[in-house]
């Protein structure tokens, strides 16, 4: 039976279209804005000219470097995943934690969205072990929850003990203010939930209290840390490297076209722009990043804008190089699944 117009517009059927709505809306408005960043960064033929020559004199060598860092970034990342599968009490061999991790990273580069490579990962995880379909959930969602964690306690340790380096620019220092208030707010936010967590009150608050469903979900989370205290540590442990790798990735691709940037100066504006990047305003942070670099590294370390701009891309071509064994993975599962 067809559904009657009335019913098309039911109040529950309104529910169910609206955010489907605004969702299509928000990736069209993210294709605008990427091409439009895109074409504003490329259009400008002096900044195209600094880029031609940046990439004529660079020394290629350094990508050896950044490659390396950036595996060891994932390797980082797969080991996290594994501590809290096994912390979730499901048993997963390393290699097979490798593939899907790598189907994800594959996802996460190649797809629009910096969240479908975890949902893919997930899925295939529910469908390994059925068993236990929440502990892949659960794994990524504190996977998540710790690293923005440390990054938050990095931005915020960068952002104060480098006030006055960031203040070489006006706009720059008003900017890290911001983001420094911004990341007091959310650590503070952390830290509030873990307390009611680990003091049993998150049943108390009023059923109308702000961002209490929020809280409720961290606090599942904060309650898992609790009970498994040793292995959420090491992942927090583990994250710091993982991060710092990330980082280096960026700094030895900078090396490549540069001696303007220091290792510090690099670790001290990747928190900033990981952050922001990673917000949904453009795809996949596309555009946004390659902005945020260029004009940080040009205001702070005096990179010219082309070459700040190159850097930025080829750490984004970095980890796009990494992303494709995954695909190779994903490409094995396909053809199992047609075998069988």
């Given at each position: 039976m067809s559904p009657t117009p009335d019913d098309k517009l039911s109040p529950e059927t309104l529910r169910r279209e609206v955010p489907k709505l605004g969702q299509h809306l928000l990736?069209?408005?993210?294709?605008l804005i990427t091409v439009g960043l895109l074409w504003w960064l490329f259009h400008d033929p002096e900044r195209r000219q600094a880029m031609g020559d940046a990439l004529q004199k660079a020394d290629w060598r350094w990508m050896i470097a950044a490659l390396a860092a950036a595996g060891l970034c994932e390797f980082f990342g797969i080991l996290r995943w594994q501590l809290f599968l096994r912390m979730l009490h499901l048993r997963v061999r390393f290699w097979e934690v490798t593939k899907l991790f790598f189907i994800g990273a594959f996802f996460n580069q190649f797809l629009p969205g910096t969240t479908g490579g975890d949902v893919v990962r997930v899925i295939y995880l529910m469908k390994d072990?059925?068993?236990?379909?929440?502990?892949?959930f659960l794994s990524v969602a504190i996977d998540r929850l710790l690293a923005v964690l440390v990054l938050v306690a990095m931005g915020l340790g960068f952002a104060w003990t480098r006030s006055e380096w960031f203040a070489r620019s006006f706009a720059v220092g008003n900017?890290?203010?911001i983001f420094a208030i911004v990341l007091f707010v959310v650590g503070?936010?952390?830290?509030?939930?873990?307390?009611?967590?680990?003091?049993?009150l998150i049943g108390r608050l009023p059923a109308r209290f702000?961002?209490?469903?929020?809280?409720?979900k961290l606090s599942t989370l904060w309650q898992l840390c609790i009970e498994n205290r040793t292995e959420a540590l090491l992942g927090a442990i583990y994250t710091v490297p993982m991060l710092i790798s990330y980082f280096a990735a960026f700094y030895f691709a900078a090396l490549a076209f540069t001696e303007k940037v220091s290792f510090l100066d690099m670790t001290?504006?990747?928190?900033l722009v990981t952050a922001i990047s990673s917000l949904p305003i453009s795809l996949n942070g596309i555009g946004v990043r390659e902005a945020l670099f260029e004009r940080l590294?040009?205001?702070?370390?005096?990179?010219?804008?082309?070459?700040?701009?190159?850097?930025?891309?080829?750490?984004?071509?970095i980890y796009m190089a990494w992303g494709l064994p995954g695909g190779l993975f994903y490409i094995e599962r396909i053809r199992r699944r047609y075998e069988k």
């Open positions: 990736s069209v408005l993210q294709v072990h059925p068993e236990n379909k929440t502990a892949g900017t890290m203010k503070l936010g952390l830290v509030a939930s873990f307390f009611l967590t680990s003091r049993h702000p961002l209490r469903e929020q809280i409720v001290s504006i990747m928190p590294l040009w205001e702070l370390c005096g990179v010219p804008q082309g070459t700040g701009l190159l850097i930025s891309i080829t750490g984004m071509f």
